[in-house]
Every structure is written in structure tokens, then in C-alpha cells.
């Protein structure tokens, strides 16, 4: 028998809306059924984009959690400066994302919460450490610190600096040819998954021209000394092979939450962890912690 089958039928929808007068598109996931429903935001990371979270978002709407798969501004189908990362933005993404749920008649407007993969972990911690009014967050590989070596830190700092000069005199940010990192820190422990992130043209585009200053805080911020501050429960997930944010800064962002809250570094799984090896299991607790909570 097919189990497939068995599962709730899932609808889908394309939305779009604004934030600080940029247009953001999603994509709505809804239960196929009548009611009002919690709901769940979806915040990809830096060069992301919502389709990779497609899959998670199906299993929240078969939990009965509406789940909305956001591209971030300058990202994916959204509009903003191609590419930047500005949590200034972000949270304001958040919030807009937040707003719209309410107004729809499907969702119970107290009872969304979010997930945040890697920069879009920042994201929502922010949004919620400024109270944002988030009944539960899920994040996966949050950046919460920085994130350079001792080694790269010198450069990106000098590349900073020069590109706010550029900015000051007209000329835009700064452009990094850096499509070679891609394939220099696996960002998952299954080698498949690895080559399809090296292949994708969209991240190869990304990569090839890294603004700077605008994408600096995918690499450089300090959510970590804010999170006191979120009141809503946190479950932190994060691979226990992550080499591009190591697991010491999920349990950085654990002993610094002060409310309800859980911890999970997941084996043989890297930063991608919802594409990667382990991804039935991240995707389980993200629908667990949300269906007890939300």
C-alpha cells in the first residue's frame, strides 16, 4: 500500500506581499480542510531560497500547521538588493510575514511561530528578541556569532571596508568572486546533496558575486547576546557534522535562551540539515515542537 496516499491532501498557493516597500513572495501550504489552523513561517538563509524548504513545509500542513515558505527580501522571487543579508530587513521580513498570516482567515493569528534556517535562524531570534509576538520558533543552524576563521576575519573586514567606500562614492557594493567556497566546506554530509549545492546555478550566481557590505552579516553578527530576550520556546537543531557553523553555536544560543527550550545536535548531519541524511528527523521535531506548542 502506498502510505503517500493515506496523507491529508496539501494545498498550496502563491502569495505575495509587502515589506518596507518591497514585494516578498511565498508559497501558503494549507490542511485540505475546513477551519482556522496554527501556523508556521519559514525563513531560508543567505543565497536560499523557499523551494528547498518545500518539503518541510508539506509535513507541517499534513500536522495540521499552515506553513508559509518565505523567500527572503533580495532573494528567490522577492524583491531588494539582489542577494543582501540585512537582519535590519530580515526581522522586518518577519514581521510582515507575521502580519499577513494574521489577516488570512484560515490561521489563528495567535498561534504562529517560525523557523529559521542558518541566516534566516537570525532572523526570526531577532525578530523574537524585539518581541515579535511568535508563540514558537525551530531553528536549524542558526548563525548567532560570527563565523569566520581568524584567517578570513582580516579579509572580510578589509573587503568591508572598501566596500562601504565604493557604496559612499555611488559605485554599489563590493563584488566577491567567491563561487570556489562552495566546494571548499561541504555543507552536507551526503555527497549528492553536496553536488547539487556546488551545481546550483542559483547559488553559483550568488557566490560569484558576494555583495559586500551587503551579505556581511551572513558571516558577522552577534544575535547570540540578544536571545535573553526571546520569550516564546526555542528548539535549537543543528548537525553534529555542520563545518560551516560548528555545533558549539547551537549550544551558545541554548545556554543563552533563559525561557522553554530544547536542544538537539543531530548525528550524521551537516548544515543543510533538511536536505541532508538525517532530514526525516529534523523535519519530526520541527512538527512535534510546533504541533505541542503553536
Not at 509535513?59 to 535590519?88: K, T, Y
Not at 578589509?158 to 563590493?174: S, Y
Not at 540578544?226 to 544560543?253: F, M, W, Y
Request: some cysteine.
Amino acid at each position: 500500500m502506498d502510505m503517500q496516499n493515506l496523507l491529508p491532501i496539501v494545498q498550496q498557493e502563491p502569495v505575495q506581499f509587502s515589506s518596507q516597500g518591497d514585494e516578498l513572495v511565498g508559497r501558503l501550504f494549507l490542511p485540505a480542510r475546513e477551519g482556522r489552523f496554527p501556523a508556521a513561517i519559514i525563513c531560508h538563509g543567505a543565497f536560499g531560497y523557499k523551494e528547498h524548504f518545500y518539503e518541510l513545509a508539506e509535513a507541517l500542513a499534513h500536522r495540521g500547521i499552515a506553513a508559509l515558505a518565505l523567500d527572503m527580501r533580495g532573494h528567490g522571487e522577492s524583491e531588494g538588493p539582489r542577494f543582501h543579508v540585512n537582519m535590519q530587513a530580515w526581522r522586518a521580513d518577519v514581521a510582515a510575514a507575521l502580519e499577513y498570516l494574521k489577516s488570512r482567515r484560515e490561521i489563528e493569528s495567535h498561534h504562529i511561530g517560525a523557523l529559521g534556517f542558518s541566516s534566516g535562524g537570525t532572523a526570526v531570534l531577532e525578530a523574537a528578541a524585539q518581541g515579535a509576538s511568535l508563540r514558537a520558533l525551530v531553528t536549524l543552524s542558526a548563525t548567532v556569532r560570527n563565523v569566520l576563521t581568524w584567517w578570513q576575519w582580516p579579509f572580510f573586514k578589509t573587503a568591508n571596508l572598501v566596500g562601504a567606500f565604493k557604496r559612499r562614492l555611488g559605485f554599489g557594493d563590493l563584488r566577491l568572486p567567491l563561487a570556489f567556497a562552495l566546494k571548499s566546506v561541504p555543507a552536507a554530509v551526503d555527497p549528492r546533496i553536496n553536488a547539487s549545492i556546488v551545481g546550483d546555478p542559483y547559488l553559483v550566481q550568488a557566490y560569484s558575486g558576494l555583495p559586500i557590505p551587503g551579505a556581511i552579516e551572513c558571516f558577522i553578527v552577534d544575535t547570540f547576546r540578544r536571545t535573553k530576550n526571546v520569550q516564546c520556546p526555542v528548539c535549537v537543531i543543528h548537525g553534529a557534522e555542520d563545518r560551516v557553523d560548528p555545533p558549539a553555536s547551537a549550544k551558545l544560543l541554548y545556554d543563552n535562551l533563559r525561557g522553554s527550550k530544547a536542544l538537539h545536535i543531530v548525528a550524521d548531519s551537516g548544515h543543510v540539515g533538511h536536505m541532508d541524511k538525517k532530514k526525516g528527523e529534523i523535519i519530526q521535531l520541527t512538527c512535534d515542537w510546533f504541533a505541542d506548542r503553536l
